[in-house]
C-alpha cells in the first residue's frame, strides 16, 4: 500500500464530502477543515500500518510545518508519536528523530 499526502487525502475528502457545495472550492474546504477537530488524526489512520519512503515523511512533517506551525524541535517527538499511534514506521536514516536534522530541511 503506497501513502497518501495530505494534499491527495484532503482532495478525496472534498470530493466525498456531501456539502461539497456549500463551500464553492477545494481552498474554502480545506481551510475550513484545517480550523475542526480530527483532520490530522484522519489522514494518519489512512496511512496506518505502512513503511513510508524517507520522501513521504518529508512531506508529513512538512504538511505539519505548514499547517500545525511545528517547529524542529517538535518534529522528533512527533514523529515518534505517529511511530507508535498509527503504526506508520519511520525509515532507518541516521539523526530523523533528532531536531538538528529537521533543522537544516525546514528553513
Request: overall charge positive.
Amino acid at each position: 500500500m503506497s501513502n497518501i499526502t495530505f494534499e491527495n487525502f484532503m482532495k478525496k475528502e472534498f470530493e466525498r464530502n456531501q456539502y461539497k457545495a456549500l463551500y464553492k472550492s477545494f481552498a474554502n474546504f480545506k481551510r475550513e477543515r484545517l480550523k475542526g477537530y480530527g483532520c490530522f488524526k484522519d489522514w494518519l489512520i489512512a496511512n496506518s500500518n505502512t513503511s513510508p519512503s524517507v520522501q513521504f515523511i518529508h512531506s508529513l512533517v512538512k504538511t505539519y510545518v505548514e499547517h500545525a506551525n511545528k517547529n524542529a524541535s517538535e518534529i522528533p517527538y512527533l514523529l515518534v508519536s505517529i511511530e507508535r499511534e498509527h503504526k506508520i514506521e519511520i525509515p532507518v536514516i541516521y539523526g530523523i528523530t533528532t531536531q538538528e536534522y529537521w533543522e537544516k530541511l525546514i528553513k
